[in-house]
């Protein structure tokens, strides 16, 4: 008779084939499928029919019912008993065909002695392998072609385990092995390249021999290890791999020696018990950075474990606490320094920090020796007062401590030449705390010595500081930051270009800053094309000679030094002696042009006006001077006139710094001023302003940016550079200095913005004739203004604007720019004009007008109108020190009665009070 066994196979089949739907009046299982069963129910010789309308959920035979349903909507057998008919049939070779086959679970399937290599290609969608109490032999290749398989449970009874590193099993997660092992015995490998998402290893063997097992595990992706074993020896798996989170070593009764060196500054839970014959049961301190969630068959532990032996999760041990025990904590120090409001707690026995409250976390970094401090709002601000519990079933350890933030995050760095070798570098942060000192170090060698300190901005001054690439570094007690930052090439800067002598142009003086490095291969050129030759050279001057001299007017200048560049636009103006010999043709040319110097005055040989007392040469003896007193803002420093309502303004608006495109680098806005009357007499009024450049939206080195003015009854002369300018009495004089500009670059440069109102069309009647005058005139090359003319019902003001300045008190070119003009949004007939004063790199730049108001009369004879017409005329004349020249002149028309009444009440115009 044959002898038969009961099977129970659970097969969950998720099929790729063709589908028979279910009729209206009955369900079907897949044609394929129902054929497979048939042939199972014919294999282990099954009493149901063999249809599966007879199979199905048949129950008159319970042992053998065949559970069919639903799955997905799809109606499949899912549950099939069977008894084995030929059990030298292995049941892994009848399921060839089963390529959708996701979960594979035998029981107690003695057929199963190995897994078959004729299914290379059987499970392509297989995930899980569970196999209990199989006679099958482990070796490779074991399920080769499942390429998705995840989870293997073997729980068999064996003789042969081969598991080495031809395995290949690149999903495998989970590997859980329990066997009873017979003669032979093989070693197993568990290496990295055959296991290398390997997370679980189980292993649990019970030997019926002496024979050892040897076993190798190298897998850096293992976090739980579980060795219940027969083992004489632990297996080799140290150096632990670095993820291991759980150590499981139990009922290893064969263990003599466990190496508990390899817990050292790790942190693993580990399970260690039944390990009953070892010989050394005491516990070192080198494990105090692990707990042991359960310990037992030890006669010694650590005072790190009995410090927190209320907490469980820690240390759960059958030893008893010795009596009067007092933990030896220490603490490194009370003032925690944190970094995005988490920062580092030493000692020794301070924990596992499995601390949290709504104030703080504490997280082990190295239980016991290092924690994590977390305030749950990272914030800014002075140091804080805080007690610490290190553990929360210990109460009693909690402690008074402070904390502070120092965390630093670099939002964006930027340097800015200030002296030659000195740069002041802006630093705005994301994350910064004023309250802590900093220190700035540019190369670990240089420190940039704080000025300002915010919560955002940090502002310093650093001097011996060369060009290029250089590591900037902040620092404070607890944390720093580094980063690279390139610093504009301080030299070569030219200031000043002027020539040696006024009657020889061929030779050129170029102050400025040439570098410390003895100034190698120094050339000069001017417009690109015309070599300058090097006569002397020095750190400061560089004097040469060109070899051609270049046609009148402005050119550019090209000054290359170690290798570095300065360029400049409109450097030098060349202007040859035009006047030539004295002669008739000049003479009376200005006879024509000036109506012979309007009658006040005669024209000399060269065509220039002489002309008499009291009338203004600048505008060819037509003006005279007279007393009108102008309006002298208390607020601001602005050029202003208001005559019976006809006023004019003329008023610095910016100061930018340009690159050589006229790009706008950074821009300073010249409203905010602050005002103190230096001096009131009879015959001078003064009045001082400071500009408030700590308040604009620049974020750089705030400028020195002050106003000075003036008026007085009397004439007053200075100096201008190489020329002496004489102050009309009754005169404005406006002067504005800048200093310590910090440059982005070598090659940037300065221009000052002032505003006021043209007309778009005007003209001016004499002779009785009417002449139209242009708003704006330029000299004969188109390049800079010369002369500003505005007209307002008789009422004139003429500006012109002297093409030099001053940089540093040297003389140099200085252009005079339209920067923009806009329509009036009040009415059609006028316009908003920008003008613009260019000044080369400087430290110290002087703007300095005068303003003078003057009378003309329109005509000699004054036939042209029952009623004489006569004009007031303002000049102004301005000195820019580092910035231009400018004359003005304000032009009145009145009638006699008008003037009449100037003349005799002059008391009745008066200058503002000023606060």
């Not at 129902?34 to 309308?53: A, H, K, M, V």
């Not at 086959?101 to 399937?109: H, R």
């Amino acid at each position: 008779m044959k002898s038969y066994q009961h099977l129970h196979l659970l097969i969950i089949l998720v099929l790729m084939m063709f589908i028979n739907r279910a009729t209206s009046q009955q369900l079907q299982i897949p044609l394929l499928e129902e054929q497979s069963i048939r042939y199972l129910l014919e294999q282990y010789y099954s009493d149901l029919p063999l249809d599966q309308n007879g199979f199905c959920n048949n129950q008159s035979i319970p042992s053998q019912k065949v559970t069919c349903e639903l799955v997905d909507q799809e109606y499949h057998v899912t549950s099939l008993p069977l008894r084995i008919v030929d059990p030298s049939i292995n049941l892994l070779f009848l399921m060839s065909n089963m390529t959708s086959l996701q979960t594979l679970v035998l029981q107690d399937e003695k057929t199963v002695t190995i897994f078959p290599p004729i299914l290379s290609m059987a499970f392509p969608n297989l995930t899980e392998i569970s196999f209990f109490d199989l006679p099958i032999n482990i070796s490779w290749p074991f399920c080769s072609a499942c390429p998705k398989l995840r989870r293997i449970s073997l729980h068999s009874q064996t003789s042969t385990i081969l598991i080495n590193s031809s395995w290949r099993m690149p999903l495998v997660e989970d590997l859980s092995l329990s066997f009873r092992l017979n003669d032979p015995i093989v070693g197993v490998e568990f290496q990295q390249s055959s296991f290398p998402s390997l997370n679980l290893l189980q292993f649990t063997f019970k030997q019926t021999t002496q024979t050892e097992l040897s076993m190798l595990v190298n897998s850096s992706s293992l976090t739980n290890f579980y060795l219940d074993s027969s083992l004489t020896v632990l297996p080799t798996l140290y150096p632990l791999p670095p993820n291991l989170s759980i150590l499981y070593i139990s009922n290893n009764d064969q263990l003599y020696q466990f190496p508990w060196s390899i817990l050292t500054n790790r942190t693993i839970n580990i399970y260690f018990k039944n390990n009953t014959n070892l010989v050394d049961k005491t516990i070192p301190d080198t494990t105090c950075s692990n707990k042991f969630i359960e310990l037992y068959n030890v006669t010694a532990i650590p005072d790190c474990f009995w410090c927190y032996s209320n907490d469980t999760s820690i240390i759960k041990t059958s030893l008893t606490i010795p009596s009067e025990f007092t933990c030896p904590m220490t603490i490194d120090s009370r003032e925690l320094y944190l970094i995005r409001g988490s920062g580092l707690l030493q000692g020794s026995n301070i924990g596992w920090g499995l601390v949290s409250t709504p104030q703080y976390k504490l997280v082990a970094i190295v239980p016991n020796q290092k924690l994590q401090f977390s305030i749950t709002t990272p914030r800014i601000g002075p140091a804080e007062n805080i007690d610490i519990t290190f553990n929360s079933k210990t109460p009693a350890y909690t402690f008074p401590f402070t904390f502070i933030e120092s965390g630093i995050t670099i939002d964006r760095l930027d340097a800015h030449r200030i002296q030659p070798l000195q740069f002041g570098l802006n630093i705005t942060f994301k994350w910064f705390n004023p309250f802590l000192n900093h220190t700035v170090w540019i190369g670990n060698t240089i420190e940039c010595i704080p000025v300002t300190n915010t919560s955002n901005y940090l502002y310093c001054l650093a001097n011996n500081v060369g060009g290029g690439n250089q590591t900037v570094t902040i620092r404070n007690i607890n944390n720093n930051q580094s980063t690279s930052l390139l610093f504009p090439p301080s030299y070569p800067v030219v200031t000043s270009v002027s020539t040696l002598d006024p009657n020889e142009i061929k030779n050129l003086s170029l102050f400025g800053y040439y570098g410390e490095n003895n100034q190698t291969g120094v050339s000069v050129y001017i417009n690109n094309t015309i070599e300058c030759i090097v006569t002397s050279k020095s750190r400061q001057l560089i004097n040469c000679s060109l070899i051609n001299v270049p046609s009148d007017g402005i050119a550019s200048i090209s000054v290359i030094v170690d290798a570095l560049l300065f360029n400049r636009t409109d450097a030098i103006n060349f202007k040859s002696n035009s006047n030539g010999p004295p002669g008739g043709n000049q003479k009376d040319q200005c006879i024509q042009d000036t109506k012979n110097c309007y009658g006040n005055g005669q024209c000399e040989d060269y065509g220039i006006c002489v002309c008499n007392q009291g009338y203004d040469s600048s505008d060819n003896c037509r003006t005279q001077f007279v007393l009108i007193k102008p309006n002298i803002n208390n607020t601001k420093p602005i050029a202003s006139f208001d005559m019976d309502g006809i006023d004019f303004d003329f008023e610095m608006i910016s100061i930018q710094e340009l690159d050589l495109e006229e790009v706008v680098l950074k821009e300073i806005p010249t409203v905010d001023w602050t005002s103190t009357i230096i001096e009131n007499t009879t015959t001078l009024t003064s009045v001082y302003y400071q500009l408030n450049t700590t308040s604009s939206s620049l974020i750089d080195s705030p400028p020195l940016v002050s106003a000075n003015i003036s008026f007085s009854t009397n004439a007053r002369s200075i100096m201008f550079g190489p020329q002496e300018l004489t102050i009309n009495p009754n005169s404005i004089k406006l002067a504005v200095n800048i200093s310590s500009w910090a440059f982005k670059s070598n090659l940037s440069y300065l221009r000052v913005v002032f505003k006021t109102k043209i007309n778009n069309k005007q003209s001016y009647t004499f002779d009785c004739e009417e002449h139209s005058i242009d708003s704006l005139s330029f000299d004969q090359f188109g390049a800079t203004i010369q002369y500003l003319r505005i007209i307002k019902e008789g009422v004139q003001f003429n500006g012109r604007f002297i093409d030099y300045s001053l940089a540093d008190g040297r003389p140099t070119y200085s252009k005079t720019q339209l920067v923009s003009m806009t329509p009036s949004e009040t009415d059609d007939d006028t316009s908003i004009v920008l003008i613009g004063i260019t000044l080369a790199q400087c430290q110290s730049c002087i703007l300095d007008p005068d303003f003078t108001p003057l009378l003309s009369a329109s005509s000699s004879g004054g036939d042209c109108n029952p009623e004489q017409k006569w004009k007031i005329i303002v000049g102004v004349v301005v000195g820019v020190i580092g910035g231009a020249a400018v004359a003005f002149v304000l032009v009145v028309s009145a009638k006699r009665a008008r003037l009449f009444y100037i003349r005799t009440r002059p008391s009745s115009i008066r200058m503002k009070p000023t606060n």
